[in-house]
């Protein structure tokens, strides 16, 4: 008889990871593979799966915005091809399927954006006319409000690809910079290449940026109790009020809309929560840029995080933010 169940050897099965094939994306699974693996005592093996977003050289825009790169991610989950996945949270659509769970938001990295300049030029420092690669609306907006503030001239130049394309266009010469999640570059070890770290109160981040979702199928409630081990509650109230905004906002993921929630303590304890949105046309003219303050509740302070972002949503399109939006043409 040749039936003996894995587990008989001494060595629990495998949980199976879901992941594309990008430099970043293997980073990002490498990291939660080893905290699942510390957390279960299971091995962990990676799954590499291709999404659309990965093979094609469509605008993303066209191919269904940065949701293409979780689909297939979850198609494996739901055929149970994979007991879990790790997302770029800003990656993800904010509406949940009802049979998948994002069972642990672990501790986001730094949010914020980052320049990857010619000879370590930072933005103020760039010359006029200078060409600045990225492929996102909210990024193009921000930065050529930006710059308009400052008297300067720049031009904005849409790029796709990963993060080592990116850079290229500047190693190359092509571009005098870029613009990248500073949290990519820590993942790949490259943060060393940022000539500067954008401060959010120029441009702020998309919702989301700099957390990852691990995420398996709300019918494995025992592997999500597991999983649940690496939540971070603060991460989870920020982010779910970035998320929040965005939806309120019916803005989808390719819009041009920043958030950012910071948690604000009094040396002891986390008291306060500021969430903090941005909407704006792709040229940059015109801007609405609006901040709230609330309480941060005892654990899991999730709804709270909810209502305060449909506080300033309401607030941001009272303020003319959905005509700034439609005006974009993608
Ligand atoms: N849309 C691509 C993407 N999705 C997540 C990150 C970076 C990591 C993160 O934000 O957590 C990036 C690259 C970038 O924006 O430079």
Redesign the pocket.
């Known amino acids: 008889m040749n039936a003996t169940p894995p587990a008989a050897s001494g060595r629990p099965a495998p949980l199976r990871l879901g992941t594309r094939r990008s430099a ?1 994306a293997m980073a ?1 699974s490498g990291l939660i593979a080893d905290a699942v693996r510390r957390v279960t005592g299971r091995p962990v093996e990676l799954v590499e799966i291709t999404t659309r977003g990965d093979v094609s050289r469509e605008d993303l825009a066209q191919i269904g915005g ?1 949701g293409v ?1 979780a689909t297939a991610l979850r198609e494996a989950l739901l055929r149970g091809e994979v007991d879990f996945a790790v997302h ?4 993800l659509p904010t509406a949940q399927p009802d049979d998948l769970v994002l069972a642990a938001l672990p501790t ?2 730094d ?1 914020r ?1 980052a320049l990857v300049a010619r000879d370590g030029l930072t933005f103020t420092e760039l010359p006029p006319g200078a060409r600045i690669g990225t492929g ?1 609306p909210r990024r193009t907006s921000q930065l050529r409000a930006w710059a308009r503030s400052l008297g300067m001239e720049i031009e904005t130049v849409s790029i796709r690809g990963n ?1 080592d394309t ?1 850079i290229g266009y500047v190693r190359s010469g092509e571009l005098d910079a870029v ?3 500073a ?2 570059l820590t ?1 790949l070890g490259r943060l060393d290449e940022a000539t500067e770290i954008l401060a959010a109160d120029h441009i702020l ?2 919702p ?5 979702a691990v995420e398996c199928a709300a019918a494995n409630a025992a592997l999500a109790a597991q999983l649940a081990e690496l939540d971070d509650p603060y991460t989870r109230a920020a982010v779910t009020a970035e998320r929040s905004l965005l939806a309120a906002l019916e803005a989808g993921c390719s819009a041009p809309v920043g958030a950012l929630a910071d948690l604000l303590g009094d040396g002891q304890a986390v008291t306060e929560m500021r969430l903090r949105g941005a909407v704006g046309t792709p040229d940059g003219s015109s801007l609405v840029q609006l901040s709230i303050t609330g309480p941060v509740p005892a654990a899991p302070g999730e709804e709270a995080a909810r209502l305060m972002g449909r506080e300033l949503a309401a607030e941001m399109l009272a303020k003319g933010a959905a005509g700034l939006m439609g005006e974009r043409a993608l």
């Open positions: 970043l990002q940065t790169f770029s949270l800003k990656d986001r990295e949010p954006d996102s993060v990116r613009v990248l999640a949290a990519g993942r981040p998309a989301g940026q700099g957390a990852l």
